[in-house]
């Protein structure tokens, strides 16, 4: 009966559901199919996000399963009094903005990071938030409508990179419930627009300008590649034979944002990434198989022709440490 717990956190209340700035389709879903849960009980929200929507795939979910979230900025009624349910990310990360209201609830596939008082906290491990969200609907037997359904099989099949990535015994059996309940024609259009036109230069870049040494393979985008893209990239990558840890990153106006993906039960991702951006003075974090990070201009020398030397050198040295840990 957890979710009676939020049911009784955000009755009364203006409730805003808030996924992180760059809303993917995981924290999407998990945004619309929560809203209709609430809904069930008679409880209203409003779906909200402070970045922007970066894919033309996200925008097709979007408009396909009539889900409609609002821009921060399109919201001029939210004040200190009103109650933000966080889904697919946590108070306090970098990729969430904090907004007017008050967050009380959080929902989330992530590591827990931070000791935030949340009134209801759902934070545990799966391959998407998605199947945290459509447990809601399993376990408490409210119908689950064809959109939702549909929307939380696509979240699903996005965070797990096609049900191969960090996928749990949750992610399987919230499958399993959910696909006899969408529109798989839906799904499967979905499914198969997931590139643009526009992401083939940067694969092309990412084929041209890929090195591999020792397994990791790594690839500079020396161009505005965005966060889900860039992500894409990294999978690619990875998934060459002779590459079980990619790399990849492109230049924003602080510094170089970094996508890592390891292949499962090799090595940690989110801890390299995590070590390799802290001692150049930035950060990041994820899970064992896919994680992100941030690494600011000032610590790397650009002058330096061969500037992407540092960047690679120091994750070799990351990844044969945590070689030589798993050894021993
Ligand atoms: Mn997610």
Redesign the pocket.
């Known amino acids: 009966m957890y979710w009676n717990k939020l049911l009784k956190c955000v009755q009364g209340h203006a409730v805003y559901i808030q996924p992180h700035d760059f809303p993917?389709p995981?924290?999407l879903a998990?945004a619309f199919a929560l809203q209709s849960f609430l809904e069930y009980y008679q409880i209203s929200s409003e779906i909200c996000y402070a970045g922007r929507i970066e894919t033309r795939s996200t925008l097709l979910m979007l408009e396909m399963l009539e889900i409609k979230p609002k821009r921060i900025s399109e919201i001029k009624e939210m004040s200190e009094k009103d109650y933000i349910i966080n889904v697919?990310a946590q108070k306090g990360n970098a990729n969430i903005t904090d907004v007017p209201g008050k967050v009380v609830a959080c929902i989330?596939?992530?590591p827990l990071v931070g000791t935030y008082p949340y009134q209801y906290q759902d934070v545990r491990k799966a391959g998407?938030?998605?199947s945290l969200v459509a447990g809601y609907f399993y376990d408490s037997g409210v119908p689950i409508g064809k959109k939702e359904a549909t929307a939380l099989l696509y979240?699903i099949h996005i965070?797990t990179n096609q049900l191969r990535r960090g996928l749990t015994d949750l992610d399987v059996d919230m499958y399993h419930y959910l696909y006899p309940r969408s529109n798989t024609v839906y799904l499967n259009q979905l499914l198969s627009s997931k590139l643009e036109y526009r992401d083939l230069k940067a694969f092309g870049t990412a084929i041209n300008n890929v090195q591999i040494i020792e397994h990791v393979g790594f690839a500079y985008i020396p161009f505005d590649c965005p966060d889900a893209l860039l992500g894409m990239l990294s999978d690619f990558i990875l998934s060459l034979d002779v590459v079980n840890c990619s790399v990849v990153y492109t230049l924003r106006p602080e510094g170089l944002k970094v996508s890592v993906r390891c292949s499962a039960g090799e090595l940690h991702a989110g801890q390299i990434i995590k070590e390799v951006a802290e001692s150049f003075g930035g950060g990041g974090g994820g899970h064992a198989e896919m994680a992100g990070g941030f690494i600011p201009k000032a610590s790397v020398n650009m002058e330096d022709p061969d500037w992407e030397n540092q960047i690679r050198t120091r994750f070799l040295e990351i990844v044969h440490q945590s070689e030589n840990e798993s050894v021993l």
């Open positions: 993917d995981d924290a998990s697919d989330d596939h992530h998407s938030c998605s979240g965070d």
